[in-house]
């Protein structure tokens, strides 16, 4: 068991708590940032959580936000940790155009008030930085991107992201320190966020199937994603860590499907083909059975300027870190699928009861 201790900012998001659960797996002692909300947040990971008067207590929770310095450092000092996950962010890139300047406060300039923490506490030498770029930096760059394709942001978020890269190298380089970027393609499983399209299709699918809403909105259906799942992702993220020369890595299946090849594929887990009729917002997707609507276009999710085709290229985390994703497409849509059509039961029977 390693004995090393981790930092994770986003530690309520999707990857901060599957990374918690593999890095305590792997006897780590962990501390996460969660941020003060006015309701709960920290349901993904309330299961790793023990009373903290218990023995042997190594999962730990600390109010802070990226837009406080000084709270990040205290809490590095507090805690002295070998590795710092930086995943906390603004993540949703439509979100980003209503917020572009506090996008750009939390992606780019917290990342930046990490790494000062890490150089104003003499910690260069000892603690390691990893950094959750993403796939979105490239943008409309042709594919299959790699790590040595030029970037393109087109939305604030990924502006910010390329900001937060480019200080991550600038700071390896200046200061010598084992920082490091994971450029993630996209990765999903059932503790995705509800906004984004995956889960949000397989949540209207479960609601459909059981009666709770008769169609779903949707806007651009022919964007393609490399989509894989987040448990492999996570994995990557710590292999990237843990290899002695800091440098930076594309994690992605080599595979691309776009939104309505997802939807097509939801909706025939729960025994419904759709038939697509229409063109542009006129489009709709219909029951090939029942002539019933299921989709529909909705304009207002289309974004003021988008990323039309992403399909990446992993064969340098391959080759050096030994890392690849285990998780076929149809694998991580079926098991989506399941898990909301079990949430949705779950909550139609407790409604039931209720009644
Ligand atoms: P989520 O949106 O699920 O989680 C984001 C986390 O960041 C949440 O814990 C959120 O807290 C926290 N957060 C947001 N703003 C702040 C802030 N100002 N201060 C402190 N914490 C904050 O994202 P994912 O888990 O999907 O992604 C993790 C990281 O990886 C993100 O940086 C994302 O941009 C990046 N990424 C994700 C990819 C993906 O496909 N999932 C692909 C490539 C990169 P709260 O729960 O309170 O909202
Ligand atoms: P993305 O994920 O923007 O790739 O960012 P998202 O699931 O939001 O969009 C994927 C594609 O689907 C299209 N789309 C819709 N998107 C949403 N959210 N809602 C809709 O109704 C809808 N209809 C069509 C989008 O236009 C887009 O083309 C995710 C985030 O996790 C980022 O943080 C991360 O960096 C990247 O993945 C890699």
Known sequence: MSGKTALITGITGQDGALLAELLLSKGYTVHGIKRRSSSFNTGRVDHLYHDMHEENV?????????????????????????????????????????????????????????????????????????QASTSELFGNA??????????????????????????VRNYREAYNMHATNGILFNHEGPTRGETF?????????????????DRIYLGNLDACRDWGHARDYVEGMWRIVQHDKPDDFVLCTEETHSVREFVELSFSHIGRTIEWQGTGVEQKGVDANTGDILV?????????TEVEYLLGDASKARKILGWKHTTPFTELVREMVDYDLKCVKQEVNRQGRHD
């Open 58 to 130: 190594h999962f730990f929770m600390h109010y802070g936000d990226m837009t406080d310095a000084t709270n990040l450092i205290r809490l590095i000092q507090e805690t002295q940790p070998d590795e710092i996950y930086n995943l906390a962010a603004q993540s949703h890139v439509q979100v980003s155009f209503d917020t572009p300047e506090y996008t750009a406060n939390a992606d780019a300039l917290g990342t930046l008030r990490l790494l000062e923490a890490i150089r104003i506490l003499g910690l260069e030498k000892t603690t390691r930085f990893y």
């Open 142 to 167: 042709p594919s299959p991107q790699s790590e040595a394709t030029p970037f393109e942001p087109r939305s604030p978020y990924a502006a910010a992201k390329l900001y937060a890269f480019w200080i």
């Open 197 to 213: 399209v995956t889960r949000k299709i397989t949540r209207a699918v479960a609601a459909i199937k059981h009666g709770l809403q």
């Open 296 to 304: 529909e276009i909705d304009p207002r999710y289309f974004r003021p």
